[in-house]
């Protein structure tokens, strides 16, 4: 028996296999829908300077690339989102500070996150290429997303088509973005006005929907020490007087909530549970 040439041969097997899965074809792309806001405004003209939470971005897109999914990425201005500073602490990695590093290599591995699409062009080709939406939170979505009306025709699209939208702590408040007059309806929300808001939400795709979304009651928990600052609305507040179903759990433990194509969670620590549930939506609808 030459050994060089059963040697060879396995050598070309083993490169003939690796090549196989390099080769693995995707299973299709996934909308991530980042906020361009770096600030939140708050009530008595104060800021508070926000992004995306990186948790809630890393853990559910880590889930959707593992499952065979591409991300691809995109914003209100196509610039570089913003990461929240204070996402990046270990109590949102079970308090391993190893994992938070993880997370942070793997978000700064995608070209794409630090060029994204403009929302606009997404809504002016259409979303007919993409299996599902994902959006992470951060109090950056209460800023453009809710008020973003290219967002709310890309909503729309999927909504219509029934793929699955996945969104996670404030990120649900952009749902609103797909009412008839988003910005209208954001003036409403902060001056008070609640039957502006039930007139401006008639039509609402989401009305009746079940969702799960950031809490009042956790929102204040954070405003003295962390927002240093009110919020000018309560997202559950805002997303029930607009029509939808509130279904939160209890505070700072995970929830998610599936109603349809709708996959929503509540907070941070949400973000496992999340991930599972949007990919086994994306997987049953692939099928």
């Given at each position: 028996?030459n050994l060089?040439?059963?040697?060879?041969?396995?050598?070309?097997?083993?490169?003939?296999?690796?090549?196989?899965?390099?080769?693995?074809?995707?299973?299709?792309?996934?909308?991530?829908?980042?906020?361009?806001?770096?600030?939140?405004?708050?009530?008595?003209?104060?800021?508070?300077?926000?992004?995306y939470?990186?948790?809630?971005?890393?853990?559910?897109?880590?889930a959707?690339?593992?499952?065979?999914?591409?991300?691809?990425?995109?914003?209100?201005?196509?610039?570089?989102?913003?990461?929240?500073?204070?996402s990046?602490?270990?109590?949102?990695?079970?308090?391993?500070?190893?994992?938070r590093?993880?997370?942070?290599?793997?978000?700064?591995?995608?070209?794409?996150?630090?060029?994204p699409?403009?929302?606009?062009?997404v809504?002016?080709k259409?979303?007919?290429?993409?299996?599902?939406?994902?959006?992470?939170?951060?109090?950056a979505?209460?800023?453009?997303?809710?008020?973003?009306?290219?967002?709310?025709?890309?909503?729309?699209?999927f909504?219509?088509?029934?793929?699955?939208?996945?969104?996670?702590?404030?990120g649900p408040?952009?749902?609103?973005?797909?009412?008839h007059?988003?910005?209208?309806?954001?003036?409403?929300?902060?001056s008070?006005?609640d039957?502006?808001?039930?007139?401006?939400?008639?039509?609402?795709?989401?009305?009746?929907?079940?969702?799960?979304?950031?809490s009042?009651?956790?929102?204040?928990?954070?405003?003295?020490g962390?927002?240093?600052?009110?919020?000018l609305?309560?997202?559950?507040?805002?997303?029930?007087?607009?029509?939808?179903?509130v279904?939160?759990?209890?505070?700072?433990?995970?929830h998610?909530?599936?109603?349809?194509e709708?996959?929503?969670?509540q907070?941070?620590?949400?973000?496992?549970?999340?991930?599972?549930?949007?990919?086994?939506?994306?997987?049953a609808?692939?099928?």
């Amino acid at each position: 028996m030459n050994l060089l040439k059963v040697g060879g041969a396995l050598l070309a097997l083993g490169l003939a296999v690796s090549n196989a899965y390099a080769a693995e074809p995707s299973k299709g792309k996934v909308l991530v829908v980042m906020s361009s806001a770096k600030t939140l405004d708050l009530k008595e003209g104060k800021t508070y300077e926000t992004g995306y939470y990186l948790n809630e971005l890393a853990t559910p897109l880590k889930a959707i690339v593992d499952a065979g999914y591409t991300p691809v990425f995109a914003d209100p201005q196509g610039n570089e989102p913003q990461m929240d500073v204070s996402s990046n602490n270990d109590m949102f990695f079970d308090k391993d500070a190893a994992k938070r590093e993880e997370a942070l290599k793997f978000v700064a591995s995608f070209d794409g996150l630090k060029h994204p699409l403009k929302l606009s062009a997404v809504a002016a080709k259409g979303t007919s290429e993409y299996k599902g939406l994902f959006m992470p939170g951060g109090h950056a979505p209460m800023q453009d997303l809710m008020k973003d009306k290219d967002l709310g025709k890309i909503l729309t699209q999927f909504h219509s088509t029934g793929r699955p939208t996945g969104i996670i702590c404030h990120g649900p408040i952009a749902l609103l973005a797909a009412a008839h007059d988003p910005v209208a309806l954001d003036k409403a929300l902060i001056s008070g006005d609640d039957n502006a808001v039930k007139s401006l939400a008639k039509g609402w795709p989401y009305a009746g929907y079940k969702v799960s979304v950031f809490s009042k009651g956790e929102e204040q928990q954070l405003e003295p020490g962390q927002l240093k600052g009110s919020v000018l609305f309560y997202n559950d507040d805002a997303l029930a007087k607009a029509g939808a179903v509130v279904d939160n759990g209890e505070a700072w433990k995970p929830h998610v909530v599936v109603d349809r194509e709708l996959v929503t969670a509540q907070q941070p620590f949400s973000d496992h549970e999340f991930g599972q549930k949007l990919v086994a939506a994306l997987n049953a609808k692939s099928h």
